[in-house]
């Protein structure tokens, strides 16, 4: 579905919905219309769209075709992989210089600190699907700058891990997070640290 295909770019894209309305000077809510499926954007404006969440107007309406970014699949756009049960025990940046495994993303040019995880499943019995669903290969950036809607991977103070949608920047410093899986807000840094954020996510079983 159109709707569908749009909302899954612009995440992969780590784009927000004003974002995405502000390169056609629109509300973030038309956009959110269009990923809803309430409405749909005018044919006039797909190959703009097509442009600014990096694929063509083939994919958009019926899934196919080449994103304009698929020629980013050698080694030097790879990432390194690095294990999501680890993300913990290590500094990340040790881990990623010493990976044998990489993986190439396909919607987003990633800078030289960028890395790749799993997204497993949380454990709680009361856990719902994310934006994110279990099993995606998830790319982070931990240089990128934080911005309201973006997804992250959090730190939290009891040694686990967790995905967070920022929220409006706390004052006079930080920002608001809001846990995917419980619900609950926290501050960064002081109850939370962020290490990094999502710019692309795919469902793969492969590298």
């Given at each position: 579905m159109l709707n569908?295909?749009?909302k899954n770019l612009r995440l992969a894209k780590g784009m927000t919905l004003?974002?995405?309305?502000?390169?056609?000077?629109?509300?973030a809510a038309s956009v959110a219309s269009w990923e809803k499926g309430k409405n749909q954007p005018d044919s006039?404006?797909?190959?703009?769209?097509?442009?600014?969440?990096?694929?063509?107007?083939e994919f958009l309406l019926n899934g196919t075709g080449d994103s304009k970014f698929a020629h980013f699949e050698s080694i030097e756009n790879g990432v390194p992989f690095v294990a999501w049960s680890k993300l913990l025990s290590e500094p990340v940046l040790r881990q990623a210089s010493n990976a044998t495994d990489w993986v190439t993303p396909l919607h987003t040019k990633p800078s030289q600190l960028s890395f790749a995880t799993r997204y497993p499943a949380p454990s709680e019995l009361s856990w719902?699907?994310?934006?994110?669903?279990?099993?995606?290969?998830?790319?982070?950036?931990p240089v990128k700058d934080l911005v309201a809607d973006s997804i992250v991977i959090v730190s939290l103070s009891n040694d686990r891990l967790e995905l967070a949608?920022?929220?409006?920047?706390?004052?006079?410093?930080?920002?608001?997070?809001?846990?995917?899986?419980?619900?609950?807000?926290?501050?960064?840094?002081?109850?939370?640290?962020?290490?990094?954020?999502?710019?692309?996510?795919?469902?793969?079983g492969i590298f």
């Amino acid at each position: 579905m159109l709707n569908e295909r749009l909302k899954n770019l612009r995440l992969a894209k780590g784009m927000t919905l004003q974002q995405v309305g502000d390169a056609f000077g629109i509300s973030a809510a038309s956009v959110a219309s269009w990923e809803k499926g309430k409405n749909q954007p005018d044919s006039r404006k797909l190959s703009k769209i097509a442009d600014v969440l990096g694929t063509s107007v083939e994919f958009l309406l019926n899934g196919t075709g080449d994103s304009k970014f698929a020629h980013f699949e050698s080694i030097e756009n790879g990432v390194p992989f690095v294990a999501w049960s680890k993300l913990l025990s290590e500094p990340v940046l040790r881990q990623a210089s010493n990976a044998t495994d990489w993986v190439t993303p396909l919607h987003t040019k990633p800078s030289q600190l960028s890395f790749a995880t799993r997204y497993p499943a949380p454990s709680e019995l009361s856990w719902t699907q994310g934006p994110i669903p279990a099993g995606a290969i998830v790319f982070v950036d931990p240089v990128k700058d934080l911005v309201a809607d973006s997804i992250v991977i959090v730190s939290l103070s009891n040694d686990r891990l967790e995905l967070a949608r920022v929220q409006l920047p706390a004052k006079p410093k930080g920002h608001y997070l809001k846990l995917v899986t419980s619900g609950n807000s926290v501050l960064s840094p002081k109850e939370a640290k962020v290490i990094g954020t999502v710019v692309e996510w795919r469902i793969s079983g492969i590298f």
